[in-house]
């Protein structure tokens, strides 16, 4: 049987141990009730960047962030890159600020998401819109405003009200497909930390909403025909402390540039942010003309003392490069690991792995060693895994799937020369954020990447990344995924 319908409800931020507690002290009884009792509540994975937007790509259109080239929320391109000016994009990107409207037209143009498999489908918060028909876009115009005035007042709460409220009337309308993101327990989160009693009040508001809907489906006798979906895009974590990475980089004389302060002169580095536990550190490698040159390698960034300035930093975690060979090198004051790859069909594995974007991990065998302790925290080495082996030894560890995830974000040619990760309980914001954190997400560390999953079809695969939740919900629903577009995910059964 396939379901007719698709109930798809996101809470931005919701990390799975929360929300699995949650569920089994009773706080959330509809969802336990409804969806996980009658199918699943699965501990799933989210992507690196663990940040809204680059997150929200594998759930809407099955590919990882350097797949489709969203390495982060901010990025620059090297070859773009020429100090900003009004008119033009300048190779320099943040979509959490002025470029918000650049971040679906980042995404490759043909590549479908969920919304073109179903009619009619309403689309509550969700910065994905592709597919969707305009009248479909239940927040379109209400939504900046929704975010302005969340930020302004930071009465989050009425924004998820709002939400909820959208969420009840496109389901009483008998729409095929509904995606809603309760945007709250991210935003709040932030600045009260991510079990304060306003939070979970949160959750529990967003429970009765799931209860409400369900009724509808009761009364409408259509309970038995809908799937009904509700996971995060991230996790998060508590912050106690920021690592200012734009002023240790000033002060060891390479002057960086990062945001609001993207007008800031005569500059050698950038670093830009996501979710604040990751950054992608870029540097200059070209005096002439307007771009910054090429990528530059993990060795030369070692040689002119970057990477040894940065490991001895409290609170960070690792820097990963790419090195001349191609591997990525991973590397803290205790250690480095290094993650090489080659394809299935190429015998010599000691060839150089030189990334391009149409590379699918599915073709890749992935090998990890390293010297020292190591940094991603597994203990062992790895020869030869598949992707889904690679997923599978190393996702309960500190570093879930992190061979896969740095491979991913590396495929990107607006990644970083050096990719940072802080550990938990620190972040990379810069000094100029007006707001208090007091959490943080985007990294490659557990309380980021797992995100809980509730489904009322029960799922017997343990091992889910959110780049499967794509083709997993289109086949539950008897859609067949055109296959001119190679996806990350894989259907779980
Ligand atoms: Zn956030």
Same mark, same amino acid.
């Given at each position: 049987?396939?379901?007719?319908?698709?109930?798809?409800?996101?809470?931005?931020?919701?990390?799975?141990?929360?929300?699995?507690?949650?569920? *089994?002290?009773?706080?959330?009884?509809?969802?336990?009730?409804?969806?996980?009792?009658?199918?699943?509540?699965?501990?799933?994975?989210?992507?690196?960047?663990?940040?809204? /937007?680059?997150?929200?790509?594998?759930?809407?259109?099955?590919?990882?962030?350097?797949?489709?080239?969203?390495?982060?929320?901010?990025?620059?391109?090297?070859?773009?890159?020429?100090?900003?000016?009004?008119?033009?994009?300048?190779?320099?990107? &943040?979509?959490?600020?002025?470029?918000?409207?650049?971040?679906?037209?980042?995404?490759?143009?043909?590549?479908?998401?969920?919304?073109?498999?179903?009619?009619?489908?309403?689309?509550?918060?969700?910065?994905?819109?592709?597919?969707?028909?305009?009248? /479909?876009?239940?927040?379109?115009?209400?939504?900046?405003?929704?975010?302005?005035?969340?930020?302004?007042?930071?009465?989050?709460?009425?924004?998820?009200?709002?939400?909820?409220?959208?969420?009840?009337?496109?389901? *009483?309308?008998?729409?095929?497909?509904?995606?809603?993101?309760?945007?709250?327990?991210?935003?709040?989160?932030?600045?009260?930390?991510?079990?304060?009693?306003?939070?979970?009040?949160?959750?529990?508001?967003?429970?009765?909403?799931?209860?409400?809907?369900?009724?509808?489906?009761?009364?409408?006798?259509?309970?038995?025909?809908?799937?009904?979906?509700?996971?995060?895009?991230?996790?998060?974590?508590?912050?106690?402390?920021?690592?200012?990475?734009?002023?240790?980089?000033?002060?060891?004389?390479?002057?960086?540039?990062?945001?609001?302060?993207?007008?800031?002169?005569?500059?050698?580095?950038?670093?830009?942010?996501?979710?604040?536990?990751?950054?992608?550190?870029?540097?200059?490698?070209?005096?002439?003309?307007?771009?910054?040159?090429?990528?530059?390698?993990?060795?030369?960034?070692?040689?002119?003392?970057?990477?040894? @300035?940065?490991?001895?930093?409290?609170?960070?975690?690792?820097?990963?490069?790419?090195?001349?060979?191609?591997?990525?090198?991973?590397? &803290?004051?205790?250690?480095?690991?290094?993650?090489?790859?080659?394809?299935? *069909?190429?015998? &010599?594995?000691? @060839?150089?792995?030189?990334?391009?974007?149409?590379?699918?991990?599915?073709?890749?065998?992935?090998?990890?060693?390293?010297? /020292?302790?190591?940094?991603?925290?597994?203990?062992?080495?790895?020869?030869?895994?598949?992707?889904?082996?690679?997923?599978?030894?190393?996702?309960? @560890?500190?570093?879930?799937?992190?061979?896969?995830?740095?491979?991913?974000?590396?495929?990107?040619?607006?990644?970083?020369?050096?990719?940072?990760?802080?550990?938990?309980?620190?972040?990379?914001?810069?000094?100029?954020?007006?707001?208090?954190?007091?959490? @943080?997400?985007?990294?490659?560390?557990?309380?980021?990447?797992?995100?809980?999953?509730?489904?009322?079809?029960?799922?017997?695969?343990?091992?889910?990344?959110?780049?499967?939740?794509?083709?997993?919900?289109?086949?539950?629903?008897?859609?067949?995924?055109?296959?001119?577009?190679?996806?990350?995910?894989?259907?779980?059964?």
């Amino acid at each position: 049987m396939h379901y007719k319908r698709l109930i798809f409800i996101l809470i931005d931020g919701a990390p799975y141990e929360i929300f699995k507690s949650l569920v *089994e002290n009773g706080d959330l009884p509809n969802i336990k009730k409804h969806v996980a009792d009658q199918g699943c509540l699965k501990k799933a994975i989210s992507v690196f960047p663990s940040t809204t /937007g680059p997150a929200l790509i594998p759930h809407f259109m099955g590919v990882y962030p350097g797949t489709v080239n969203i390495p982060g929320n901010q990025w620059l391109s090297k070859s773009h890159y020429y100090h900003p000016y009004r008119f033009k994009r300048p190779g320099v990107c &943040n979509y959490l600020g002025i470029d918000k409207s650049y971040f679906e037209e980042d995404l490759p143009p043909d590549m479908p998401t969920l919304f073109h498999y179903f009619s009619p489908a309403s689309n509550i918060y969700i910065r994905i819109t592709r597919g969707c028909p305009p009248a /479909g876009n239940l927040t379109r115009g209400i939504k900046p405003l929704m975010f302005a005035y969340g930020y302004l007042s930071n009465h989050w709460r009425y924004i998820d009200q709002v939400a909820g409220d959208r969420l009840y009337k496109a389901v *009483e309308a008998g729409d095929n497909f509904v995606a809603c993101i309760f945007p709250t327990v991210d935003a709040l989160s932030h600045s009260i930390t991510t079990q304060a009693p306003r939070i979970i009040q949160l959750y529990r508001e967003i429970d009765a909403r799931v209860g409400d809907i369900v009724h509808i489906l009761q009364k409408t006798n259509t309970l038995e025909e809908t799937l009904i979906l509700i996971t995060s895009d991230h996790g998060m974590s508590n912050t106690h402390t920021h690592i200012d990475i734009p002023q240790h980089l000033d002060d060891g004389g390479w002057r960086c540039v990062h945001y609001p302060n993207v007008w800031k002169q005569f500059v050698e580095a950038a670093s830009m942010v996501s979710g604040n536990g990751m950054s992608h550190l870029y540097f200059k490698n070209s005096h002439n003309g307007r771009g910054w040159g090429e990528p530059m390698t993990f060795e030369q960034l070692h040689k002119m003392g970057v990477v040894s @300035s940065l490991i001895e930093l409290e609170g960070l975690r690792f820097v990963a490069g790419q090195s001349e060979t191609g591997n990525i090198i991973v590397q &803290n004051k205790n250690g480095q690991g290094i993650i090489s790859w080659h394809s299935e *069909e190429a015998n &010599n594995n000691s @060839s150089p792995s030189i990334t391009t974007t149409n590379e699918c991990s599915d073709s890749l065998r992935f090998s990890y060693k390293f010297t /020292g302790t190591d940094p991603l925290g597994y203990g062992v080495s790895y020869e030869n895994l598949s992707s889904t082996e690679a997923l599978q030894l190393t996702y309960d @560890s500190p570093s879930p799937d992190g061979i896969v995830q740095l491979w991913q974000i590396f495929k990107s040619d607006r990644t970083g020369d050096l990719v940072l990760n802080a550990e938990s309980g620190y972040d990379l914001r810069s000094r100029y954020k007006i707001m208090d954190h007091r959490a @943080s997400h985007g990294g490659l560390i557990p309380e980021h990447l797992y995100i809980p999953l509730a489904s009322n079809h029960p799922l017997d695969e343990r091992y889910i990344r959110s780049v499967d939740i794509f083709p997993t919900v289109l086949n539950l629903c008897g859609h067949t995924i055109d296959h001119a577009y190679r996806i990350d995910g894989r259907i779980v059964k």
